[in-house]
Nanobody, 124 residues
Framework: QVQLVESGGGLVQAGGSLRLSCAASGRTFNNHAMGWFRQAPGKEREFVAAISWTGSSIYYADSVKGRFTISRDNAKNTVYLQMNSLKPEDTAVYYC?????????????????WGQGTQVTVSS
């Protein structure tokens, strides 16, 4: 059974930065793509960023492109999301997810395992 544990969320002022981490255990992490998604109150969960198993392929939602950076350390079984220039509209619960296969994707249904989420709140 795969376990994903997110950390690094919190309260930050607009324009600030946060770095989210997601530690994975339970199967071969470096064979699977990873993704970050978020869900704001009253809204559907949405794609944020994804990274392939090698790290060579990366995708971002248009809303975070140029501000967020996804990365992974396969030796530590960890994926990161560096979030800069945060805006109040970035406020959400952020989830990491492990893809069924190795290629990066924004398609939520292709992700097999999910973390419990970490709250990010950006004040104006």
């Amino acid at each position: 059974q795969v376990q994903l544990v997110e950390s690094g969320g919190g309260l930050v002022q607009a324009g600030g930065s946060l770095r989210l981490s997601c530690a994975a255990s339970g199967r071969t992490f470096n064979n699977h793509a990873m993704g970050w998604f978020r869900q704001a109150p009253g809204k559907e969960r949405e794609f944020v960023a994804a990274i392939s198993w090698t790290g060579s392929s990366i995708y971002y939602a248009d809303s975070v492109k140029g501000r967020f950076t996804i990365s992974r350390d396969n030796a530590k079984n960890t994926v990161y999301l560096q979030m800069n220039s945060l805006k109040p509209e970035d406020t959400a619960v952020y989830y990491c997810a492990e893809h069924r296969w190795g290629w990066a994707s924004a398609v939520m249904s292709q992700y097999e395992y999910w973390g419990q989420g970490t709250q990010v709140t950006v004040s104006s």
